[in-house]
């Protein structure tokens, strides 16, 4: 299981710059892994992840596949999209099938580069797309609340219940707030995530910046922080330009390059990371002469849930799971060390995965 990180904006942050420097950067990947076109605006990129080439070397496999990530480079959002201006409802449509948001903001200086409120103001602009998915989402609950009348009159449990949540979410709204703020029980959890509200979608802001402020950021990225942490929300700094002229060189060149910039990694690799974090995503590996896999999970998933992302038959028939910590497998030298350590532990139906597991999964067909 990958996610999905919608990537939004409004004209001229840099949004397409950085879409387009993730499509170069994974048509330049390994053949393993290519990139994938699925739309024009839709793109999958491997996750890196130094753990899964130490695995790798260590069992001698042939091929790695890491986990993936599919990005979606969602139609550019101007004031008036909940009611349809631009390609407002395209846009809308669009953010509902993905699972997180990545904010680009305009965090740069150029005078050559019109913003289309004349102006730079990363917070203002946040506030606007912001705006618009809540007028969105509260014209949307306004409707299915009249829907669904006749069903709570006639005391559908499943109705009672959305109205009640959609009630939630709608005064969260109207009290000038996102639906990411309502607190939900864990009885209701399903049912909320069924609801689709725009404004539920985790919030990553991603800081575009000139070149010069890669490593430290400014003053536009400091509030764009605050703004953030006052949120819940993450954020990034990443100079799309940077990206951009990296995606176009080889290895080490790149590795040169953020080394002259002071950077010790590629933003993209930043902003992958922090998405996963976003969502409680975690990854397990299996390892073996043929390929070294990862696998992408939520955090708390059961042995058999996880077994169920490689084939709904491991999870249907799974008996055990033969488990070693990453650190024991990489620390010990490989699969057969660990178990004459000791390390390989047999676990059962109720063992929450952790991250960084290697897992080989026993189950019946």
């Known amino acids: 299981m990958g996610f999905k990180m919608g990537i939004v904006g409004l004209p001229n ?3 397409s710059t950085l879409f387009n420097a993730l ?3 994974a048509a330049a990947q390994a053949a393993n892994f290519p990139f994938c076109t699925i739309e024009p605006n839709v793109g999958e990129v491997a996750v890196p992840d130094a753990r899964l080439d130490k695995l790798a070397a260590i069992a001698g496999s042939k091929q790695i596949i890491p986990t993936r990530m599919t990005f979606v480079d969602i139609a550019g959002l101007v004031k008036g999209a909940s009611k349809g201006e631009g390609l407002g409802n395209q846009f ?24 289309v409120e004349g ?37 559908d449990k499943e109705a009672v219940q959305q109205e009640r949540l959609l009630k939630a ?77 990296i995606s ?6 790149a590795q040169m390059f953020l080394e002259e910039m002071g950077l010790e990694e590629a933003g993209l690799d930043r902003l992958i990371r922090a998405g996963y974090e976003l969502l409680h995503l975690e990854t397990y590996f299996t390892v073996g002469p043929k390929e070294a896999r990862a ?21 249907k028939g799974f008996i055990r799971a033969e488990t070693i910590a990453y650190d024991d497998f990489v620390g010990l030298g490989g699969e057969q060390a660990a178990k004459e350590a000791g390390k390989m532990r047999a676990e059962g139906k109720g063992y929450v995965v952790k991250d960084g597991d290697v897992l080989h999964f026993l189950f019946n067909t």
Not at 137 to 153: A, H, T, Y
Not at 169 to 192: S, T, Y
């Open 13 to 15: 942050v840099g949004k």
């Open 23 to 25: 499509t170069k950067t």
């Open 92 to 115: 809308l449509a669009n953010i509902r099938e993905v699972d997180a948001i990545a904010h680009v903001l305009r965090c740069f200086e150029d005078g050559d580069v019109t913003h």
């Open 119 to 155: 102006r730079v103001d990363p917070v203002a602009d946040a506030e606007t797309i912001e705006t618009e998915l809540m007028l969105a989402d509260m014209e949307s609950i306004e409707k299915r609340l009249q829907g669904l009348v006749r069903k709570v009159r006639g005391g």
């Open 169 to 245: 979410a709608l005064a969260m709204l109207e009290d000038g707030k996102p639906a990411r703020m309502v607190e939900v029980d864990d009885e209701d959890a399903r049912a909320w995530k069924n609801l689709q509200l725009l404004t539920t979608k985790p919030v990553l802001y991603v800081c575009n910046v000139a070149e010069s402020e890669a490593a430290e950021g400014n003053a536009h990225s400091a509030r764009v922080a605050e703004m953030a942490a006052a949120e819940g929300n993450a954020h990034v700094i990443i100079s799309a330009q940077i990206e951009e002229e």
């Open 248 to 253: 176009q060189l080889e290895v080490d060149e």
């Open 295 to 315: 696998w992408t999970i939520r955090t708390g998933t059961s042995a058999p849930k996880a077994a169920g992302v490689i084939h709904g038959d491991f999870e």
